[in-house]
């Protein structure tokens, strides 16, 4: 058997399950279902037949220094510098597998996704590999459950003797009678967008079906070769890729493409919908979560994560608090929440981006009040051992109070020690540095002053993460 690599496709925008997924921490890094993100579950549930060791993670650049940098920084990570769609991503994992292991089979897996059999999705993954081995590009096909709008199908000729049946075509989302009749004619099966391939196979089928996106790859890849670090070429080069996904780049002209049908207890984790589904329920089929109480309600989703959310008498309702919203909406239309955090962009809230609390690598801070014009506040809690980057900042200055635990600060050439109750404070245009060289949690209360109180006033010199700007 040939050597198996994972590549586990970990972009998103943060739409699909807004209020609790933003742009800066999208749903692959959230905690849905369990103990586990779905990113960690993803990569768990490859054990035994996958090692991590053999798990390439490929996601956006400002991920691995950002609030997701705890998910990743213990991973292989290929970082893209910009959003390109599945393929440019799936064709640069191919040629550096190729390159470091001769002719890899790539399993690839969304990093968003649930899955509930193990051992079911093991047994088919056996049977994509052992096509893949053959040559094939494999795709896994859902048993459909019931007819559903919300994903694409794939239609394959099951009349074949084989554990991989050839794919007659590939279909967009249906309306609703168009999806009970695929499931009337039979042969049909939801598009999981997770595949199995060699990596010649697929940049085989790239150089035949997308030569632009090929070449790209093919001169990223000599670059590279020349000596330049790889993922200093693609911080460069990867923008030049065409952007388009895998299935209109690859899959639909090919014909080489088969599909292994497996039934493994699956959902795209894709609204908040499809959460109901898989979250338990008590006595009247209610989701409930966090601090929520449901008194004479049915159907309802209620998932609080800050404060006391209450109902009463609700019928089929979705509720979902965070510190800064609030998402009501009926059952059924939770995929409509994207045209909220449209309306949010235009009017230029900051609310799709990130949370009231921001993880960061050396900690977290929390926005207590930034709604007064001139002054920002914030909570900040640095972890042992962590340091914040040196920086400075051009139209603000910062006073710290420290409430928990000691301070290292940097001011120009000026190292102090901040105590509990004490303070201390940066002016304007100062190079400066928080750090905590305690075995304790360091908590300050920051107050900002200044015309301008964004965070891309940030000029680092020198950062232990690697943020440069």
């Not at 207590?368 to 040196?390: M, Q, T």
């Not at 051009?394 to 050439?413: L, P």
């Not at 109750?421 to 245009?429: H, Q, R, V, W």
């Amino acid at each position: 058997m040939n050597d198996i690599k994972a590549v586990v496709l970990a972009g998103g925008s943060g739409t699909r399950l807004w209020p609790m997924s933003r742009q800066q921490l999208p749903k692959q890094f959230l905690k849905l279902g369990g103990e586990e993100s779905l990113l960690a579950a993803t990569i768990s549930r490859l054990h035994p037949k996958i090692k991590q060791d053999d798990v390439w993670v490929v996601t956006n650049e400002a991920h691995a220094t950002g609030e997701a940098f705890s998910e990743l920084n213990h991973l292989h990570t290929i970082l893209e510098p910009c959003a390109r769609n599945t393929a440019p991503a799936i064709a640069l994992a191919a040629a550096l597998l190729q390159e470091e292991n001769h002719d890899s089979i790539m399993l690839v897996l969304p990093a968003d996704h649930l899955i509930q059999d193990i051992p079911a999705f093991h047994q088919g993954l056996d049977k994509a590999i052992a096509a893949a081995e053959q040559g094939k590009l494999v795709t896994f096909g859902i048993v459909p459950e019931h007819p559903d709008t919300g994903f694409g199908y794939i239609q394959a000729d099951v009349n074949q003797e084989s554990e991989a049946f050839a794919v007659k075509r590939f279909a967009e989302k249906p309306d609703l009678s168009t999806a009970k009749s695929f499931l009337d004619e039979g042969g049909y099966f939801w598009n999981s967008g997770m595949f199995v391939w060699k990596a010649s196979v697929i940049l085989s089928e790239l150089k035949k079906h997308a030569p632009e996106m090929y070449d790209v790859v093919q001169e990223m890849q000599q670059i590279w070769q020349g000596g330049e670090p790889w993922q200093e070429v693609v911080r460069h080069q990867f923008q030049n890729m065409p952007a388009d996904s895998i299935d209109y780049a690859v899959l639909e002209p090919s014909d080489n493409v088969v599909v292994v049908p497996v039934s493994m207890g699956w959902s795209d984790v894709g609204s908040w919908d499809a959460v109901f589904d898989i979250t338990d329920k008590d006595e009247n089929n209610n989701a409930v979560s966090g601090h929520a109480i449901a008194v004479d309600c049915e159907n309802t989703l209620l998932r609080s994560e800050s404060r006391l959310l209450t109902a009463v008498g609700l019928k089929d309702i979705i509720a979902v608090e965070t510190a800064d919203a609030i998402l009501l909406c009926h059952r059924g239309e939770s995929q409509r929440v994207r045209e909220i955090v449209d309306v949010i962009k235009t009017s230029g809230g900051s609310e799709c981006l990130e949370h009231v609390t921001v993880q960061r690598p050396w900690g977290s801070y929390t926005v207590l009040d930034n709604k007064a014009e001139g002054y920002k506040l914030k909570r900040i809690e640095v972890n042992p051992g962590a340091s914040l980057s040196l920086q400075r900042h051009q139209h603000r200055s910062e006073h710290w109070v420290v409430v928990s635990g000691t301070a290292t600060v940097t001011r120009d050439d000026e190292i102090i020690t901040v105590a509990k109750n004490e303070s201390t404070y940066i002016p304007i245009g100062v190079k400066h540095r928080l750090a905590n060289k305690g075995k304790i949690p360091l908590q300050m209360i920051e107050v900002q002053v200044g015309d301008y109180l964004e965070e891309d006033d940030i000029e680092r010199f020198d950062d232990i993460y690697g943020r440069t700007k």
